[in-house]
Every structure is written in C-alpha cells, then in structure tokens.
C-alpha cells in the first residue's frame, strides 16, 4: 500500500492499516510529519466549533473526540513512551460585546437542540473559571468535553509509532500518480523511482487534487485556506495564566487561545484564500495580538516565541472526502479543512477498515469522494 502525503492523516492511516497487518506500506513525502498539524493550535474542540449544516460532520468529530484518548495511549505505547499532550481541559467560549453575545447564545442554542454538553455562562461565571480573562465579556459558553492535543508531539509520535510498525517513510515527492487499464496502481517519484502497490491513498491535504496523472473528475479542488498561529509562553510564575482552552468571538472575528501545560500558549488564527502562500504577514500577526489583547489584556506581557502559517485543506462542502475514488486502487483521505487533528483517530480507523476490508464504514458514507458528482446519491438527497 502507498500513501502520498505524510501529514497528520497519511501516517495515521498507514500506521493503524500496518497495525491491522497491511504489508509493504509507504508513505511518501519530502518532509514526514509536516503540513498543517505542524502549525495547527491542537485544539479538539466539535461542540465549540460547530457550524450550522454541518451536523453529519458533528457526528465524525464527536466520534473522533470520544476516541482521542484511547488512540493517544496505544499511539504513546506503540512510539516507545512518547507523550502526544492530549489533556482534558475543556474549553470556554466567550463573546466580548452584545452583538458576539447574540451570535454565542445562537450556538447555544442550536447545542441545545442537538443535546450537546454545553452550560451558558455569565461575563461573572466566565472570569471566575478564567481570571485572566477581560472584564468587558459578556457571556460565555463552557464544553467540557471539548479538548486539546500538542499537534507537534502527535505527529513526532505517528512518525516513530510507524517506524516501529514496520512502515516506510520514504522521503520523496510523488511527482505522478501511475495508472494502468483504469486503475491506479503506484506513483513517480521525484527521485525518478517509481514505487507500485495495489491500493494508492491519497493524503496530500491541499495538493491533492494537483497530483499529475489523476485522471480528471477524480476529485474535487480542495482548496489551501491559509491560517496564521502565534505561540507565545507563559514564565512559570504567571501560570496558570490560562486553564482550559478559550475561544472568542471578538467582534464579531473568531479567535482562540490554545495553553499547554509546559506553557505553550497558542493563539489562532487567522482565514484566507489566497493560494498556495504561507508567509506571515504583520497584517496577520497584528489582527491576532489586537484580538487576543482586547480577550486577555494580559497577554502582552508574555514572549512572543513563533510566528507560522499553514494551509488548510477544504473540500467543496469542508468535509473530508474518505474511501474509495471513483478510480479503482485510488483511496481518499484528505480536505479535512480546520478538523484535521480532531479527525486524525477516527480518520485513521475508517480509512484502514475500508483499506483492510474493502468495506466503507457507516459513519464513512456521507463522506465519501463521489458524493460531488451529480450520480451521487448523497448529491442527489442534498439537491
Ligand atoms: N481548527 C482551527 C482552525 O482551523 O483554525
């Protein structure tokens, strides 16, 4: 089995299938371990970043939820004692004038409606969970089961569990997908070797879609989404400056504010559409630090670590596409747009199943890749 792209999602596939006993699995990439998780805050948060319309990816994500812990004690086991940071913290949403107070009591409601673990909270209630937080917040919201996992630490462990499974990661660029009497049955390499196997996953996040020799109509464009993320740190004698996760809308803009127990404060992020670019812009850095100023007044005071961006993978609908392709041996796993640490468990698990089985599991069917065109069933019911 070869996996193009070795992300968050490529080595978690490759890790669990060769878990399941899938032989002779590579993993392709330039650089393992890379791409938006390597950016992205951790925070696992379905109940706190729920759209409305997107109840059947409410599903996965509170799926992968409920399986994160489990996944990150096998996944620590399998990588010799490695620590992936997932902690339960939960996560408080807070909204700074009235206008974000309305939009926060909407989601409220709609959590209620759903039957979803949510409780409303005074600006009061808010400050007491959160002392740092700004006098001026007007309402908040409390999850307490949404999250948090170190996206850093995660994938340093998927690269480490996969070495121990007998995966190859093998440091390459997959220059062409190889397809022979309609089905796809390796890749090109950048290092002019050409690697073959029966069943080609496709993981590539934001370049998937780019790969030459897919055939067209294949995928959809998934398009880059750029995000900027601060990390910031909190000097022992300020902790604990934040205890749960905390995101905001900070008229009417959202941010987050991701603290980590080693005092890693992560702050997030900005969204654009502008292509393939991930330079950090002042523009960038200036919109987060104004925002999370106005949140957590405090914040100033603390070193400004890092700066980064990355690319995030959107599907047509934000959902990622999952299983089969409508080419033969060509399996998808990639758009997982702004939930691809969240789905990264639950990703894994039906991915490989499908990949062992040759079977789609239930909670797979709303998303699979054909689900664009217009013969799709799925199409159809939404049309
Ligand atoms: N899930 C957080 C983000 O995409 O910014």
Redesign the pocket.
Known sequence: MLVIGGGVIGLAVAWRTARRGARNVIVVDPAHGGGAAGV??G?LAPVT?LQYGEEPLLRLGMASNERYEAFAAELSEASGGLDTGYRRCGTIAVALDSDDREELRELYAFHQRLGLDSTWLTGREARRLEPMLAPAVRGALHAADDHQVDPRRLLTALVAACGRAGVLLHRAEAVELLVEDGRATGARLSTDETVTADQVVLAAGPHSHRLPGLPEGVLPAIRPVK?QVLRLHVPEAYRPFLSRNVRAVVRGRHL?LVPRENGELVV??T?EEQGYDTTVTAGGVYELLRDAHELVPGITELPLRETSAGL?PGSPDNAPLLGPTPLPGLVASTGHY??GVLLTPVTADLVSEYLVTGEVPELARPFTPTRFSSESPVAKASA
Do not use: P
């Open positions: 992205a805050a925070m970043e995000g987050y997030g992020a969204t995030r702004r939930n």
